[in-house]
């Protein structure tokens, strides 16, 4: 088995929690950095598919209401976009 860095226990996880604004609320999310890398080497076309992909990269280690998917997409997207330099 090879060592894909995934987070072994709580305490490294909890230590790459960020916060991100969602609807204007400072919400943490655990392993961002890690997710927007994963997604930026599959080097997607398009914005929709970026954003879903970022969806289910974090969803793998934060909770994501359905409710509130899209506003998780816009506000991941924009922090995609900043560590990516795209405009």
Same mark, same amino acid.
């Given at each position: 088995? *090879?060592?894909?860095?995934?987070?072994?226990?709580?305490?490294?996880?909890?230590?790459?929690?960020?916060?991100?604004?969602?609807? *204007?609320?400072?919400? *943490?999310?655990?392993?961002?950095?890690?997710?927007?890398?994963?997604?930026?080497?599959?080097?997607?076309?398009?914005?929709?598919?970026?954003?879903?992909? %970022?969806?289910?990269?974090?969803?793998?280690?934060?909770?994501?209401?359905?409710?509130?998917?899209?506003?998780?997409?816009?506000?991941?997207?924009?922090?995609?976009?900043? %560590?990516? *330099?795209?405009?």
């Amino acid at each position: 088995m *090879g060592n894909d860095n995934k987070s072994c226990c709580a305490a490294d996880a909890l230590r790459r929690i960020r916060q991100i604004p969602i609807n *204007g609320i400072p919400t *943490g999310i655990c392993m961002l950095d890690e997710c927007v890398a994963e997604v930026k080497m599959q080097d997607l076309p398009s914005e929709p598919e970026i954003r879903a992909a %970022l969806i289910r990269r974090v969803k793998v280690y934060n909770y994501i209401p359905r409710n509130v998917e899209a506003e998780y997409a816009r506000a991941l997207f924009e922090e995609f976009r900043k %560590l990516d *330099g795209r405009k």
